[in-house]
C-alpha cells in the first residue's frame, strides 16, 4: 500500500522559513516524480513545485526564487525548503504522487505576525 506521510508546517512570522517534509512507502521512489500542492481556504489546490526522477525541478511563478523542493531517493523523502514566506502562502500543503494519483494528509502552514 502506498503512503505518503507530511511533516514540517506550523506558524511562522512573514519573512521566515520551514521545511516541509514527505516520506513515502510502498513505492520505488527514485522512479517517480513527486510534487507539492496547496489549498488555502475557498481555493482551489495549486500546485506548488514538482520533482523529477533526474532532480529536475518545476515551480510555480508565485514560489520562485523563495522555495526550494528536493529529494532523497536513500530515505524515500521529498521536501520542500520555504523562505522569505508571506501571509498569500498561508494554506494546507499537500505531498502528491501523480502517477498514482495519491495524495498526503495534508500539513497547516501559516504565515502571519
Known amino acids: 500500500q502506498v503512503q505518503l506521510v507530511e511533516s514540517g508546517g506550523g506558524l511562522v512570522q512573514p519573512g521566515g522559513s520551514l521545511r516541509l517534509s514527505c516520506r513515502a512507502s510502498?513505492?520505488?521512489?527514485?522512479?517517480?516524480?513527486m510534487a507539492w500542492y496547496r489549498q488555502a481556504p475557498g481555493m482551489q489546490r495549486d500546485l506548488v513545485a514538482e520533482?523529477?526522477?533526474?532532480?529536475?525541478?518545476n515551480y510555480a511563478d508565485s514560489v520562485k526564487g523563495r522555495f526550494a523542493i528536493s529529494r532523497d531517493n536513500a530515505k524515500d523523502t521529498v521536501y520542500l525548503q520555504m523562505d522569505s514566506l508571506k501571509p498569500d502562502d498561508t494554506a494546507l500543503y499537500y505531498c502528491y504522487l501523480p502517477s498514482r494519483d495519491i495524495w498526503g494528509q495534508g500539513t497547516q502552514v501559516t504565515v502571519s505576525s
Open positions: 510502498g513505492i520505488k521512489f527514485r522512479n517517480f516524480i
Open positions: 520533482i523529477f526522477p533526474s532532480y529536475t525541478p
